[in-house]
């Protein structure tokens, strides 16, 4: 675009008049009779007084530092000549089957492993058979992870924020106790 800049023009009065396409981090001033002048959109102003064509685009660099040589100017239009690129297609959503919950083991009598893990601490039952416990019921879990939750079970001060151990009966505790035995 040919363009009259006057001698008191601003960096910032010139981007507002010749705005820049999103992207673009350059520029390049020709006046005709001399070699082009590439630099940054930041350094703009030093276009005051001047009348010539201002194209924006980016360039790449051979070598670096401030001894680097501008390898290549690519003019902003020309990039956006490019071919819109197609709709990425998403894939149809599958419908998860409805005995997904049914599959999995982390219920025992209605709690889950962590709320029964608890109890089992409340119960006075260390860790070794509270594992066995757990993994006749296909509940697998860290140690460090079962460690903590008898921890919490036996500490009552806990339960109001980690969470109340699961209310399981004695029977149904002997009953827990009495598969793995």
């Not at 919490?152 to 980690?162: D, E, I, L, S």
């Amino acid at each position: 675009m040919k363009i009259e800049i006057p001698s008191n023009a601003t960096a910032k009065k010139i981007l507002a008049t010749n705005k820049p396409p999103r992207g673009t981090t350059h520029f390049r001033f020709s006046d005709g009779n001399r070699k082009p002048v590439i630099d940054k959109i930041a350094n703009i102003d030093c276009l005051a007084g001047c009348t010539g064509t201002l194209e924006y685009g980016k360039v790449t660099f051979d070598g670096r530092g401030r001894h680097a040589k501008v390898k290549e100017f690519i003019p902003a239009e020309s990039e956006q000549a490019a071919p819109p690129s197609p709709e990425p297609t998403m894939p149809e959503p599958t419908e998860k089957p409805a005995a997904a919950s049914n599959q999995r083991k982390n219920k025992i009598h209605g709690f889950s492993a962590c709320a029964v893990a608890k109890s089992l601490g409340k119960a006075g039952i260390g860790y070794a058979e509270a594992d066995a416990i757990l993994k006749s019921r296909g509940v697998v879990m860290p140690k460090a992870s079962l460690s903590v939750q008898l921890g919490f079970g036996r500490n009552p001060q806990t339960w109001c924020k980690r969470g109340e151990p699961a209310s399981l009966t004695d029977q149904q505790i002997a009953e827990l106790r009495q598969a793995v035995a």
